[in-house]
């Protein structure tokens, strides 16, 4: 099968602004074309190379037209494979507190090597994600109380499991916060029952 003629059954990639307004038809110049394409999405969002080439591909952009397109869009720094990781990396830890695993998973997903990914993550401090899996902790403790210790034990580390942090890491997390939280209940109580033995005037 010709690439023309799967091209010819692709359907058309997500609406960006401005999309409706290219013209695709025969006559069309790919390049034109291309570079519109990419610069839509890049208004919109900021995106990898691997998405640019997936939305190129979505219009039916021929392979050496759309890489020269992309790699001039590289030279002048439009695409930025380094940048946008890193930017997606303080985002995403800083925003929803993912920790490093999730976030390779991510930024795998969206095409960007491995190589580019481990320099993007060496930004992360480990003084700030055993910062950031203590809050995640500390914001979801409180509406585990009803449960026994075990099954808090697991929920929480469940949430950071879900975030990307290890094993070793949630646990550790969660056992100390679960201490704190037990012993701020035996202090509460024993306030309490020193109030209540406390002679009435």
Known sequence: MTRGASHTRRRPGPAEPGDATLDLGPGADPE??????????????????HELAQALDAKAVPDEVAAAVL???EEVGLVDDGAFAAAWVRSR????GLARRALTHELRGKGV??????????????????AAARRLVE?????TRRFDRTTRARR???LLA?????????????????D??????????????????????
């Open 139 to 143: 914001r979801r403790l409180a509406s």
């Open 113 to 130: 090597p491995d190589e580019v990914i481990d320099a993007s993550l060496d930004q992360l401090d480990p003084a700030d994600e055993w």
């Open 32 to 49: 034109s074309v291309a570079r519109t394409i990419v610069l839509n999405k890049l208004a919109a969002q900021p995106r990898s190379r």
């Open 156 to 158: 929480l580390a469940g």
């Open 71 to 73: 790699d001039r869009f």
């Open 162 to 178: 879900r975030k990307g942090y290890p094993t070793a890491m949630a646990m550790q997390v969660v056992r100390a916060a679960l």
């Open 93 to 96: 830890h800083s925003g929803r």
């Open 180 to 201: 704190a939280d037990a012993e701020a209940d035996a202090n509460a109580d024993a306030l309490a029952d020193v109030d209540t033995a406390a002679p009435v005037d």
